[in-house]
């Protein structure tokens, strides 16, 4: 590409963007929306992976065999959302190795909803419920995102999200069925997760340094608030239904506007969490990081495999070529 070609390849760019068209791996980019993707797409799958552990936490302690096999799913299905995106993320030359160290030296964030801890079996279904939805809220118009990858992989993983949000919300309703203390166990749950579920969708947009130019190129199809209101208006029906209260005592329907009103999220306890110092930022990180270190054999022998498979593979080629002699 000379300097020259540019202006032609920024109009084609800006071209696809404008007809809602997608740009795919080996289309020309702009060099900051490359990093915007990157970025988005490794905080995303980081995410995925980090997520895994809260819920984690519970396998072993699942109240029935159904329960344990219905959370083995999910978490595994996190575990897939996470390569999908991981995956993504390379196509625009991005290096998975790279991405994961930058994970566990905390140069590369994830969703601040992970560092708080799961402290009963009602946080399951509370994650399902509430978490999953905030995601499906969030990755529904992501499916339309200009990226060609990312959006392909967010329509397998929203349809799962669907399903564990669902899952969520049945737990919810067999505990609610259940005993006093069940029903305790779940107002608890929400009570600790409405809050940080709401800044799942980001900061404010008068603080969103990001919002407007991914905006502008098709990335992010709607701004944080308008996200976040949408979430607050879907949950509290939801929320009537199972029987639990919401903690906001701000929380009402506000007839003129049709959506509900709700109270002031604390920023000051999200900047926290985003920046290293939630309940459980230490305690994720360096689980991710053991991990890491203990898979370091399976990395090496699946390398190791792949180049032997790769010399056999070589070798029947060149005896196959080979003349025949005799
Ligand atoms: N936590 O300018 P903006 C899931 C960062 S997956 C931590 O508004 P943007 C599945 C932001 O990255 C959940 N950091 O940024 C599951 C930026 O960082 P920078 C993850 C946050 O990108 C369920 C800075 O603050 N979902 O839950 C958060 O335009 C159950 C300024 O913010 C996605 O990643 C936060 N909550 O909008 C798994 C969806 N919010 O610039 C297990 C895709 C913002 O320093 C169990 N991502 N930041 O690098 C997005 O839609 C967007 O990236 C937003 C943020 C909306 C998250």
Request: charged share 25%; proline share 6%.
């Amino acid at each position: 590409m000379t300097a020259t070609d540019e202006p032609v390849l920024q109009a084609h760019f800006e071209d696809t963007i404008a007809r809602m068209s997608r740009i795919e791996p080996r289309d020309w980019m702009p060099q900051a929306y490359r990093a915007t993707m990157i970025r988005q797409i490794a905080q995303h799958a980081h995410s995925e992976i980090i997520g895994m552990q809260p819920e984690g936490n519970w396998i072993t302690r699942a109240p029935s065999l159904r329960r344990k096999a219905i959370l083995l799913a999910k978490v595994q299905d996190e575990a897939g959302h996470g390569m999908y995106l991981y995956g993504a993320a390379e196509t625009l030359g991005a290096d998975r190795a790279d991405l994961t160290e930058k994970l566990i030296a905390s140069r590369q964030k994830y969703s601040s909803i992970f560092n708080y801890p799961t402290l009963s079996y009602a946080d399951v279904g509370v994650i399902g419920w509430l978490v999953d939805g905030a995601a499906i809220c969030n990755q529904v118009p992501l499916c339309r995102s200009s990226y060609g990858p990312y959006a392909r992989a967010m329509i397998r993983i929203c349809k799962e999200e669907s399903f564990h949000q669902r899952q969520g919300y049945e737990l919810l309703l067999t505990m609610m069925a259940g005993t006093q203390e069940q029903r305790d166990m779940v107002q608890d749950a929400t009570n600790r997760f409405w809050w940080p579920s709401l800044m799942m969708f980001g900061p404010p947009d008068d603080a969103s340094p990001n919002t407007e130019r991914s905006m502008a190129w098709g990335i992010k199809p709607h701004t944080n608030d308008e996200l976040r209101q949408r979430f607050v208006d879907m949950t509290v029906p939801q929320a009537g239904r199972l029987g639990v209260t919401l903690p906001d005592q701000r929380l009402r329907w506000n007839e003129a506007r049709g959506r509900y009103d709700f109270g002031p999220v604390d920023w000051d306890e999200f900047n926290a969490v985003v920046s290293g110092n939630g309940p459980c930022n230490a305690q994720r990180v360096a689980r991710r990081k053991a991990a890491h270190d203990e898979g370091a054999w399976v990395r090496e022998a699946a390398l190791a495999h792949a180049a032997k498979s790769e010399g056999q593979h070589c070798e029947r080629a060149r005896l196959t070529t080979a003349p025949h002699h005799g």
